[in-house]
């Protein structure tokens, strides 16, 4: 079983440090969750500090993004982090999808 612990997200800051500790702490991985925030930035800055953790989203939001755009994006998080990043994506809820992204619910 792998354990992986939260990127923190309010501030970008904060994410060389929380590396250090959840490395020092012996986690498998990250995972970044879509909230309020992207979780693809705060996997970025992981993957630069961190040559071990594995880093995943948990997951970001599929419908308001073209799916060239999710990939590429995965792409380089895979290359920055040499292999270390798995997407994972979901469609969310209704309402998130409508209020925070606009998108038309069908």
Do not use: C
């Not at 990939?71 to 998080?77: G, Q």
């Amino acid at each position: 079983m792998k354990v992986f612990a939260t990127l923190p997200q309010a501030d970008l800051n904060d994410v060389p440090e929380a590396i250090r500790r959840i490395e020092a702490d012996g986690y498998d991985g990250v995972v970044a969750l879509e909230n309020r925030h992207d979780p693809f930035l705060p996997l970025a800055v992981a993957a630069v500090h961190s040559k071990q953790l594995e880093l995943a989203t948990g997951v970001a939001i599929a419908f308001p993004r073209s799916p060239m755009i999710a990939a590429n994006i995965a792409w380089d998080l895979q290359q920055a982090s040499s292999g270390r990043f798995e997407l994972g994506l979901g469609s969310k809820d209704r309402g998130h999808n409508e209020r925070r992204f606009s998108v038309k619910w069908l």
